[in-house]
């Protein structure tokens, strides 16, 4: 039975869907744990409640868009129904790592390690979006010449402007907080995890870096970002290795070597434990030699 609220283009190579719209109406989809093999931008327009991602939770109101990696772990969980858009994209439609420069999605909506995964949508944004949720379903319904790259420009119109608000709502809390000891170590840590993360693995050689304990160093983030440090240099390890595996032909023994790991089939272990799949899986359902069809 088909669903009149899901809207689908696929892939006339090998039939698989590759976009696809939804709309919903209560909070039964997302109540249980979803793990995508697609990038996700979820808009919650009316209903609020607790998002599960992760190992985290956060609290999220009516017009917040969700951003989920491919099988990162969510939950959406609502007392009342949740109404809104979702769209699905794999990276056999669109590429957010090739693709990084037109639209910056990456590091900001999609692997963004310190900041929660939604927007807020403000009262300037909502027309867009509700627009190009409009204009996409349009054209699933009424598919015409060259569709899939209609359909693409919609969807980097819609990332350009959900990435430009999350840039200006993190600045504002940025502009808002008060110079710190923490607030100084908070980002000599993230400095730190991006020019050591292939070679440093554990939470102590960062705290030996930033001349603090490895107490202290817990305690910081686990305040500002709800995560412990080995959580965070663990997340970073995960894109980087999606990245390669996604990219490049590179065997999962070099990219594993390059990672900072001598054992391959250790690394297989971090990668599957992090991610509900193996390296190889995920290769075979998301990743080599697709960014360039």
Request: proline share 5%; hydrophobic share 35%; charged share 25%.
């Amino acid at each position: 039975m088909v669903n009149p609220s899901t809207f689908t283009l696929v892939d006339p190579h090998n039939g698989n869907p590759v976009f696809k719209l939804l709309l919903f109406e209560d909070n039964e989809i997302f109540s249980q744990l979803q793990r995508d093999n697609c990038f996700s931008l979820i808009w919650v327009k009316e209903g609020n409640g607790t998002c599960r991602v992760d190992f985290n939770e956060f609290i999220y109101t009516k017009n917040c868009l969700f951003t989920f990696s491919p099988y990162q772990p969510y939950m959406l969980t609502s007392e009342n129904p949740l109404n809104g858009y979702a769209i699905y994209f794999h990276s056999d439609f669109f590429c957010i790592y090739k693709h990084h420069k037109e639209v910056s999605a990456n590091g900001i909506l999609y692997n963004n390690l310190y900041q929660p995964p939604y927007t807020r949508l403000n009262e300037t944004a909502i027309p867009k979006v509700q627009t190009l949720c409009d204009q996409i379903k349009s054209e699933l319904l009424n598919p015409g010449l060259a569709q899939a790259e209609l359909l693409v420009s919609y969807l980097k119109i819609f990332l350009i402007i959900a990435a430009r608000l999350r840039v200006e709502q993190q600045q504002v809390i940025s502009d808002s907080g008060i110079e710190s000891k923490e607030s100084v170590v908070i980002q000599k840590l993230k400095d730190a995890i991006e020019l050591n993360f292939k070679t440093k693995h554990s939470p102590g050689e960062y705290a030996e870096l930033l001349y603090i304990s490895p107490r202290s160093l817990a305690k910081i983030t686990k305040l500002h970002f709800n995560k412990t440090p080995g959580e965070l240099i663990s997340e970073r390890i995960i894109i980087e290795a999606k990245r390669e595996l996604y990219l490049t032909g590179k065997s999962i023994k070099e990219i594993a070597w390059e990672l900072g790991y001598e054992d391959e089939y250790y690394f297989s272990r971090f990668f599957k434990v992090n991610t509900s799949q193996s390296p190889q899986l995920y290769r075979d359902k998301v990743g080599f030699a697709k960014a360039d069809s």
